[in-house]
């Protein structure tokens, strides 16, 4: 079965949940959430506050969270608490892949 993890990096984000609302009710399975830090690629994106956010607007709604940044051991967690429903990793992150796997299950 396919589904559709729409990103939200196009989004105006200063309609965010508006932009949001629109690829869900369009037919969007999940709101996919890039997280860099300039590591893996040259652009910086959104933190843990900004899902926190969103999250409460759109409570429903089911977020896939790629941490893309050099230690997801150190905000997995935050990701967790936030609302992420799904937290992805490079495997090539300067963490242990089984410790940001065991914090990720240990945050829910």
Known sequence: ??????????AD???LAEDC?????????????DVMDGHFVPNISFGAP?????????PD????????????LQY????????????????ESEDDPAEVIDAIHAAG
């Open 1 to 10: 079965m396919a589904q559709l993890s729409a990103s939200i990096l196009a």
């Open 13 to 15: 984000f200063a309609r």
């Open 21 to 33: 609302r629109r690829v869900l009710a369009a037919g969007a399975d999940m709101l996919h959430f």
């Open 50 to 58: 900004v899902l926190k956010s969103l999250h409460a607007a759109l």
């Open 61 to 72: 709604a089911f977020y896939d969270v790629h941490l893309m940044i050099r230690h997801p």
């Open 76 to 91: 997995a967690g935050d990701f967790a608490k936030a609302g992420a429903d799904l937290i992805t990793f490079h495997l």
